[in-house]
């Protein structure tokens, strides 16, 4: 076994070099003003291990990361009835597309496309006030982070809700057919929140670590979901988590990951370690291209893909 | 760990039991004359053992499942240069769908759709007389399963060839643009005979022995692919295994798959053991229903899921 | 030629009679409790001459029509500039259907469908409080029915408002492409009020004159729109004025015709008359049924079809 | 009333003048080699007067033209459950789409695009050998065009065949559904050569008369259809006869008219006269854009708009 820490540093430090960056998500001003030349990652181990390295303890927007984190409170809150509301195929479209709801009588394909995660988000919000349920997510990721600072950027948040058109525009759609139930500005509002949550690669990698370990935080023992239901989401993940890009992540990474507009990714190699990366530019898919082939290095130098 | 044995017999016997059985496939007039209460299981280790249960010794048609064969044929052929011709990513769609070839001008999403699989069936063509090409294909198949008796049924391909008109309009349609390159007529006959080898679970198990081990047959340390090209098919199986009921596969089984309308699944557990299971009723995306079962309680009994 | 007003008093007797009346509109709940038993129709020739019947001076919800006269409205303000943000093309879907703004970048096909009236109402909205632009619609409705007694039904627009979520979802969606310029609530709200003019059938055939009369009153002699404008609006009613319907409309009846989900229809024959019909069932397309009917013996019996 | 013979001079001299001319179609080799500097008219009135200008007595291939007169055909032999086969609605797509299919099931939305064309060839070929149902094709339109010279040109009909894949796709997607029911090679060979039927201006325009005089032959009295068929037929060119252009075919022109790849257009103004004209070139909808300009021109300065 090669020493992950070695292993860590070195990847940082190739990444560190490449001039081939991808681009910086435009469509959120906020995010459009991030450095591109930054680069962090961090591996938490189910053994205690950590490796961290670059810009690993830097904060950034999480974006859709958050999503994994909502699946998880979300199935916590109502169990397997939320699939009435979303489905788990890969969509087959880009990460906003409007098209499939038409086609599926507005349930989105998967709880990890925009539309599937506002559904979610609108699980949570049901009999809460949107302040209450964004207090709910940000808790949760503070606790499985264990690190009580983690936040949310305003700035952020607000940049997404005065240019989130096409997500408005999504969740009205599904309101439309009654697969969200709650006022759309309530479930907007906590949705562009939540992606807003800013989380350095270690917080992330930390965050992430119970599902490379059966559920459970492997410190403390403490089960945040059962090992059926970790196993369940990390193949979501694999499935769909990186939109119309996540076959490619599958077939290079070979692990279950979940990608940000922000530019992070956490990635989960059952059994061994929960992973976190961050580099602002993206591919024409809209995942970090650095991130990618970050990871990419790091599951052949680990061993760690899932496929053998 | 529990007797491999021990639950393969089980299993059989729980799915002998069962009158949910699916639709037998009835677009081809000869499948659809197969008898629904048939199943069959086997498990081949990557040790040596094996486990055969039910009707794990009959022949059935393998019709996709030999894309997985097929794919590892051209990718053996013409390395990444397939990668041109054939995406990887999941196509969101029915098996059969041409809206995705309009809208991506005439590449298919992946190997294991129709289309996607007729293209890579084609490069196989390239440059040879059908004939050769077939013999090709179905030596290497005895070869893989260490069975020199495995065979076409000629009569499940002619039943095909006088019914696949929409294999023929998919065919025409990435003709026009290009993505294929032989006659038509040469390319579907192909596919259709490789779609229509017949084997038994045990045969099949076999033959995808390599893919559970880095790419090596286990008892002669023969090399059929890179360690990393298994991987990576294996990846591909999981996210475009089971068409449009790939997500829901991975999130049921946990293992990367391969299904055929013939009511076959070959499953494979890195590292572990290659299983091929036959039911022949189908479930709404065109997957044996009882096989799906099958995989599903054997992944979780022996704990081989690899997401955890 | 056959006496006009016998005609029209036929017709509304032949339809008096008939059972099959479709289906009343139930998505906007005040329009789901209107009876179905009613039915009206009105004659205005450009020589003049009037014929009325049945329920032809009882206003109904004109809804989608209004869209002949926004469009007439917003072309008069920006002229041929209209069609940057909007096609002229039928559109081959439903009327509320967001696939082809998302094949299309947000801009809609034509301005009869539903996010095509949207874009044409932003228009109109430009620069204006809401209040403002409505007032010029209802005013310009007043005018052409030479009738100020035409009015807004307000709990009609309140209720579209509360359901609206399909045409929430377009109206973000065209805006997240910047084919609409203002703020979301300020077009959707002018849009769902002047849907929900109540017009009689008298009214709405006056309105509807100078399409037939080459752009003018033929009593002021007033000009409202230039003759080849005039042409353009009825050719755009023919292809599309009846949403996927609009083909069937113009095989059977061979008049340009605009329809509403509150059961109304204007058609033009050119150079002879201005015609409303309303009934408030509905067909699979959503057009009026048995104003479709009513419109058909009409040109049939006078002999107006435009196709000879 | 302007001076006919006059007004073709005048707009042959002016298209002769123009640079603009489109591009020649390039799919079909045969079709890829005419000179687009070509131009020519010809209208007949239904009162017998002709007017023929620029190279208006020169074949040219009709291509998609000859689908007004198979429609015809068809409509005589099996009258409405041709609509069984086939809709009348506009499609929102490009000529030669696939997508429509996958939706509805394999019924095409209009007997001018490709697929509905060729449903409507299978209709003919029907219960004959290709070489009669072409034979009466063939007869059908020299009678109508009274001149015994029209052929085929053997040339084009064979390139076609050779390079027709996207057209073979679409027949065989509707055989899948049982929507077209003779071999597909029979019902593609008519089609490929009706589509390869050469004609002058003034043998098309005088072909198409029947459509503008209520279904007869004006000089012979001889009634090719019904006055109420020609209406409809008139007005299903209206609305599909231009394909994804149709719409503004309308809106420009306003008459119905059928346009081909070959570069030639047929138009009928109702109760006046048949129109033919031909320029090479075509426009971004596969339209022959000097036809549609001379047209609309031509209309104009005529005030032959159906729309007023």
């Known amino acids: 076994m090669p020493d992950l820490d070695a292993v860590v540093q070195e990847i940082a430090a190739e990444m560190a070099q490449r001039s081939d960056r991808g681009e910086v998500a435009h469509y959120i001003p906020e995010l459009a003003r991030v450095d591109p030349g930054q680069f962090g990652i961090a591996v938490v181990g189910t053994d205690g291990a950590a490796a961290v390295a670059g810009d690993g303890d830097l904060p950034f927007s999480i974006q859709s990361i958050s999503k994994v984190f909502t699946l998880t409170l979300a199935l916590g809150m109502i169990g397997d009835r939320l699939w009435r509301r979303v489905g788990r195929e890969p969509s087959g479209n880009p990460f906003n597309s409007i098209v499939q709801l038409e086609r599926e009588r507005g349930v989105p394909r998967n709880p990890f496309i925009n539309a599937g995660a506002i559904a979610v988000t609108d699980v949570i919000v049901s009999g809460h006030q949107p302040r209450e349920s964004l207090g709910e997510i940000l808790r949760f990721m503070q606790f499985l982070s264990r690190d009580a600072t983690v936040t949310i950027d305003a700035a952020v948040a607000a940049s997404e809700k005065r240019t989130g058109f ?15 139930e709650n006022p759309v500005d309530f479930t907007l509002g906590v949705y562009f929140h939540h992606c807003a949550i800013a989380m ?6 930390t965050a992430g670590l119970f599902l490379a370990h059966g559920g459970r935080d492997p410190e403390t023992g403490f089960s945040v979901v059962s090992a059926e239901r970790a196993r369940r989401i990390n193949a979501l993940m694999l499935t769909c988590g990186h939109y119309d890009g996540s076959g490619e992540f599958a077939y290079r990474v070979g692990l279950p990951g979940k990608s940000g507009v922000g530019g992070g990714i956490l990635a989960v190699a059952p059994g061994r370690a929960s992973i976190a990366v961050w580099a602002p530019g ?10 990618r082939i970050a990871l990419e290095r790091l599951a052949r130098r680990m061993g760690w893909s899932i496929f053998g």
Do not use: E, K
């Not at 096409?166 to 697969?179: D, I």
């Not at 591919?283 to 991130?291: E, K, P, R, V, W």
């Open 166 to 180: 096409r997500n408005t525009a999504l969740a009205n759609y599904m309101r439309s057919f009654g697969v969200t």
């Open 200 to 205: 350095s690669c270690r917080q992330l990698a």
């Open 282 to 291: 993206l591919d024409a898919a809209g995942n970090s291209h650095l991130g």
